[in-house]
């Protein structure tokens, strides 16, 4: 109930300022009583992540705090309900499909909106926005290439490791996992099944690991996989899977 509660009042709050709302890459940061709230008006179709970023400096050291589920809403924001004693600034950070990526601008919260919560919730209607031909579709700027995971082996909600493969009981697949370093972990020699979880304990610690997934003693893939630590969620990683900050 508590977490339908929150959902109302995001909408409710983005309902409220959508006939302001600020395209992507830009977005709107605003603070509503003790909370802030990160919203913007999204004319992309080829979204694949946006993930929203806090840091007490304007341009450097932002840590994910969390990032949106349907990334393809026309109206959308994020509410961080931390109460920091020390001034934040807020950034989202956009990946579509095909490894592009960028950042919208930096803010500070502006001015507090009213505390009216039922007067904000009477106001929402289905967004303010004008018609999809008047929306002006902007091309991405500042690219740059962001580590795209595996199709096979890749990072699961619950920071396990997944590894997928459909064609599994007709053809012998192996896999090997390495630190980053190279340091080899262990050794899977045979995959039977087309889905397996490895549980994260099997990996030490959290971070950056490579592997190698062979067919039929073929090398089929070399690639990475991040493990997060406990409670984050994935950081933004460049191409060679490094955070980005």
């Known amino acids: 109930m508590r977490k339908y509660f929150t959902t109302l009042c995001l909408l409710s709050l983005i ?3 959508g006939f302001s709302q600020k395209i992507l890459p830009d977005v709107s940061v605003t603070r509503v009583g ?45 509410v961080d309900n931390s109460e920091l004693s020390t001034p934040q600034y ?11 990526y960028l950042f919208s601008p930096s803010y500070r919260p502006s ?22 031909n008047k929306i002006i579709s902007r091309p991405p700027a500042m690219v740059k290439n962001v580590f795209v ?21 007709h053809r012998k697949y192996s896999i090997k996992f390495f630190e980053g370093d190279g340091t080899p972990l262990f050794e899977i020699k045979h995959l039977p099944e087309p889905r397996l979880i490895l549980d994260k304990s099997n990996f030490t610690h959290s971070g950056l690991f490579n592997f190698e997934l062979y067919e039929d003693g073929n090398l089929l893939e070399k690639n990475k996989v991040f493990i997060p630590k406990d409670g984050e969620p994935m950081p ?3 191409a060679q899977g490094n955070e980005l900050r």
């Open 15 to 17: 309902g409220y300022k």
């Open 34 to 78: 003790t909370r802030v709230l990160v919203s913007w008006n999204n004319p992309f179709t080829s979204l694949s992540d946006i993930l929203i970023q806090r840091s007490t400096d304007s341009l450097k050291n932002f840590k994910t705090i969390g990032n949106v589920l349907n990334v393809h809403s026309r109206l959308n924001g994020f």
């Open 90 to 100: 807020y950034r989202v950070f956009i990946t579509f499909e095909g490894g592009s």
């Open 111 to 132: 001015a507090p909106l009213p505390q009216a919560t039922r007067g904000i919730q009477e106001t929402y209607q289905e967004a303010h926005l004008p018609p999809n």
């Open 149 to 169: 995971p595996s199709r096979h082996v890749f990072t699961g909600k619950d920071n396990n490791v997944i590894i997928l493969l459909p064609d599994a009981s």
């Open 236 to 238: 933004a990683l460049d």
